[in-house]
Each structure stands twice: as structure tokens, then as C-alpha cells.
């Protein structure tokens, strides 16, 4: 059974930076695409960033250019460097990934992220 687990949130002034992680046990070597979600209080689940086993990468266009997402198979690690931060920004974030057959299967619990104004 694959595990996600991330951390790496917290509390950080507008314009701070952070970056989250999303730790994959036992392996990364069975995961397609992995992916980061967003869901802040009382609001719908937000897709944040996308990454193929080869390195591609999306953005929604809330994100764009101040998020990049990347993945260290060798350390079988899910990263999500967040720069420029919102108070809009401020949500709990979660990590999901999968085999190619269903790239959302495994989910973590997610890391809390704060942006105060």
C-alpha cells in the first residue's frame, strides 16, 4: 500500500515563500503522474500543479509562475516550491498520485498553508 504524507506548510507573510513536500512510501518507481490540490476553507477542491514521470509540468493560471512543482524519484519525494504567496493562497494542500490506470488513487492528508496579509 503506497503512503503519502506531506509537510513543509505553516504560517507566512504575504510575498513569503514555502515549500511543501509529499513523501512517497515504500516507492515512487509504480507512480505516473503526481499532482497537488488545494482546498481552503468552505471552497471546492482546487487543482494547483501537475507532474508526468518525465518532468511535464501544469499550471492553473492562479499559480502560474509563482509555483513550480518537481519530483526526486530517487528520494521518492513530491516537491511544491510556492513563491509570491496570497492571502488567497491560504488552504490545505494536498498531494495525490497513482499507477497511469488511476493517477488519483493514493491521497495524503495534507499540510496547512497560511498567508497572512
Known amino acids: 500500500q503506497v503512503q503519502l504524507v506531506e509537510s513543509g506548510g505553516g504560517l507566512v507573510q504575504t510575498g513569503g515563500s514555502l515549500r511543501l513536500a509529499c513523501a512517497v512510501s515504500p516507492s515512487i518507481s509504480s507512480i505516473d503522474a503526481m499532482t497537488w490540490y488545494r482546498q481552503a476553507l468552505g471552497k471546492e477542491r482546487e487543482l494547483v500543479a501537475v507532474?508526468?514521470?518525465?518532468?511535464?509540468?501544469y499550471y492553473p493560471d492562479p499559480v502560474k509562475g509563482r509555483f513550480t512543482v518537481s519530483r526526486d524519484n530517487a528520494k521518492n519525494t513530491l516537491f511544491l516550491q510556492m513563491n509570491s504567496l496570497k492571502p488567497e493562497d491560504t488552504a490545505n494542500y494536498l498531494c495525490?498520485?497513482?499507477?497511469?490506470?488511476?493517477?488519483?488513487?493514493?491521497w495524503g492528508q495534507g499540510t496547512r498553508v497560511t498567508v497572512s496579509s
Open positions: 507532474i508526468s514521470p518525465s518532468g511535464r509540468t
Open positions: 495525490t498520485a497513482g499507477p497511469h490506470s488511476e493517477p488519483e488513487r493514493y
